[in-house]
């Protein structure tokens, strides 16, 4: 999974605009008084907001309003690179994280670092190169707990990758790694309760699978994410297959 904006996400799909100005009004208001960075900042929250809502288009016409009046950040250029990575353009998306990299460490930002290290793990994840992807997720929780930055997505996708490589067990070891993060937020724990049910059903353990799901149950129409469905629908067909 790729890292985007968690606590946006979240207010988003609660509807709780209690600590943002309409991110709309934002991008006007920057323009008139000629503030560029207040129309990039705008522009990005309008790129998560089409995120949420499924339209990675519109999204990726945000992120590059938003990258042209703020260059210089970082987190611009690595919104751009998770939005062409999920619209799977990966060489794109690849090019796009490496110069968010550079830039990040060129300015100190380093708390940045995790989210676009485990973007490149993502996409080597994605393309079957397995041993490359462990390597750059670990490096990117290396570098979430060295700046205080949430690991939550970035011990699923290890686990993703363990339970892909044939190692159930230590997927699921990730998993309640993952759950046991303190102040995990509502998509990472339904990331983890997936792949959590996703190991417990191939090594066999009905009683995780069993509590998986009923974490997962009450918020599966609240997931948009196209791959954490499909991980939650395997996870429910291969316990279905054991009878569960």
Do not use: M
């Amino acid at each position: 999974f790729f890292f985007f904006k968690q606590k946006t996400a979240y207010e988003i799909r609660n509807c709780d605009w209690s600590s943002d100005v309409c991110s709309s009004d934002l991008e006007h208001v920057g323009a008139e008084v000629g503030d560029a960075s207040l129309v990039g900042a705008a522009c990005r929250e309008l790129a998560l907001l089409e995120v949420w809502r499924g339209d990675l288009r519109a999204a990726e016409a945000y992120a590059w309003r938003g990258l042209t009046n703020d260059s210089r950040r970082a987190g611009a250029i690595a919104l751009l690179a998770g939005i062409l990575g999920s619209l799977g353009r990966e060489d794109e998306a690849c090019a796009a994280f490496e110069a968010a990299i550079v830039q990040a460490r060129r300015t100190g930002f380093l708390h940045d670092l995790a989210p676009h290290y485990n973007g490149l793990g993502e996409i080597a994840r994605r393309q079957g190169r397995l041993d490359e992807a462990e390597r750059l997720y670990a490096t990117a929780e290396g570098w979430a707990v060295a700046t205080g930055v949430e690991p939550t997505f970035v011990i699923v996708n290890r686990g993703l990758v363990a339970l892909r490589q044939g190692r159930p067990d230590e997927a699921l070891q990730q998993a309640q790694r993952a759950l046991a993060t303190p102040g995990i937020g509502t998509l990472p724990t339904l990331a983890a309760q997936a792949l959590r049910a996703s190991a417990a059903a191939t090594t066999g353990d009905e009683r995780a699978w069993r509590q998986a799901f009923a974490a997962l149950e009450p918020r599966l129409g609240t997931i948009r994410q196209s791959e954490l469905l499909e991980l939650v629908e395997g996870a429910r067909s291969a316990g279905a297959a054991r009878g569960w």
